[in-house]
Nanobody, 123 residues
Framework: QEQLVESGGGLVQPGGSLRLSCAAS????????IGWFRQAPGKEREGVSS????????QYADSVKGRFTISRDNTKNTVYLQMNSLKPEDTAVYYC????????????????WGQGTQVTVSS
């Protein structure tokens, strides 16, 4: 069964860092673009970052540019989201998604979704 599992979330102080992981089981991520999305309470799910299947193309939401970095290790079937200089407004449940697509923040093109990991930025 194809599955994506996010990990690495937690509670961090403003200005701190976290690294999220998105691991796949039951299928290879090698041919899939991966997107990271987040959803805060009372808000719509929004795209944060995406990476092409080769890793050669990435996208970032304006709100995270310069602070977040997406990367992938296809040998480990895992994609990462390094989050630095975290702000309280980054607090949300973070989801990863996989799709046969270009790197995009359009959530409707992704086929597989994880269950999410909570990120809370607070002092």
């Amino acid at each position: 069964q194809e599955q994506l599992v996010e990990s690495g979330g937690g509670l961090v102080q403003p200005g701190g860092s976290l690294r999220l992981s998105c691991a796949a089981s039951g299928f290879s991520l090698e041919y899939y673009a991966i997107g990271w999305f987040r959803q805060a309470p009372g808000k719509e799910r929004e795209g944060v970052s995406s990476i092409s299947y080769s890793g050669g193309s990435t996208q970032y939401a304006d709100s995270v540019k310069g602070r977040f970095t997406i990367s992938r290790d296809n040998t480990k079937n895992t994609v990462y989201l390094q989050m630095n200089s975290l702000k309280p407004e980054d607090t949300a449940v973070y989801y990863c998604a996989a799709g046969i697509t270009i790197a995009t923040l359009r959530r409707e093109v992704y086929d597989y979704w994880g269950q999410g990991t909570q990120v809370t930025v607070s002092s």
